[in-house]
C-alpha cells in the first residue's frame, strides 16, 4: 500500500489524483491539504479515509475541527506540518504559487518521494531542491504533462546519449497573433487544449508556462538551457521529445488528459491501468508544429534569460509574474502589463546566487514588493 498525502486536493491536480488513488486498492491517500476551502476537504477525507486535513486559512480551519472527526492542521505551515503528522510515502504537491515550496523541502528533507505539479518549487527552489534530493535519495516526480513525458523518454537512455529537450507548447489562444494589446480576462482564460486552474490558464496565455517548464527541465533533467528547446504544437497531442547522439527522436503522445502524467508519478515505478481514452491518430489527422514568437511573446524570453543568470532570478521571475497576473486577473493592469513588470522587477532586484532557502524567501518577498509597485505605476500611468 502506498500511503499518498495530496497537497492542494480540491483543486484541479488534486482531485484527478484522488479519483485515480480512490480506484485502486494500492494507492490510500492519508493526508490532504487546503488553503481555505475546508467544506470540500472534508468531504473528499470522508470519501478516502484521510484522517488529517491541513487547513491554511485559520477561520476555515476551525470550522474544518468542528465538522471532521480526524485531525486538522491550521496556519502557514499547515501543509508542511501535515507530512510530519501523516508519514506518507508520497507527497504530491498541487499547491499552486510559491506557497509549494516549503512542503517540497519537508518531504525531500524528510526522504519523502515528492510528485511535483507545484512549478514554483524548482522555478523558486532552483538547485537547492535538486541538491536537497539528491543528499536525502528522495525522488522529485514531474507530474507536468511535458515533464512526466521527458521522464518516461529518458527512462533507459543514457545521459550521454541525449542530444536535445524539445518542450512543445500549445501556443495558448492567442497563438499567431502580433499584437496582444486589448486582450480581456475572459480571452485570456478560454485555453484551447488544457483546462486549468486561473494563473496557469494565463501563464499559458504569455508562454510563461513555457518559460517556467524550461526551467524545471534544465533542473530535474541536468540539461544546459542552449539544449532545451521549445515548439509550438497546437493539438497538445505530442507532450514532448528529446533528440538522441545517433539520429533518433523520440516522442511522448496521447490525448490532453492529466490523469496521465498524475497517474505514472502516483504509480511510479509501475504504470497503473487508467481508464483513458486511447490515442487515434487516423482521427486526430494531423499535428502541427511552428516555431514560437519569442518578440510578441516575451515572457518567454524573460524566463530563459532568467534562468539563464540562475540564483535569485528564476525566484523574482516568479513572483513578479505572482503579482502581474493576480493584477491583470484582477482587471488592474493590462496583459501586455504583465511582461512589462516582470522585465522591470527583473531589472530592480537584480541577480546574484541564492545561498540558501532563507535568502529565497527574502528575495520572493522584496520582489513581490517592488512588484506591486510596478503594478500601481502602470495603474496610475
Ligand atoms: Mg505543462
Redesign the pocket.
Known sequence: MKRIAVLGSTGSIGTQALEIINGREDLSAVGLAVGSNWQEAVVEARGCGAGFIAVRDENAAREAAEAFDGVVLSGEAAARELIGACEPDLLLNGVVGAAGLGPTIAALTAGIDVALANKESLVVGGDLVTELAKATGAKLLPV????SAIFQLLSGEAPEAVDRIV?T?SGGPFRGRTDLSGITVEEALDHPT?AMGGR?TID?ATLM??GF?MIEAHLLFDMPYERISVVVHPQSIV?SLIDLKDGSTLAHLGYPDMRVPIGYALGYPARLDLPIERLDLAGVGSLDFEEPDPETFRCLGLAREAGGKGGISPCVLNAADEVAVAAFLDGRIEFTGIAEVIEKALDDVGSGPARDFRELFAVDEAARERSEELVQGLEDS
Open positions: 507536468d504533462s511535458e515533464h518542450l507548447a488544457w496557469i499559458s508556462n513555457k517548464e507532450h
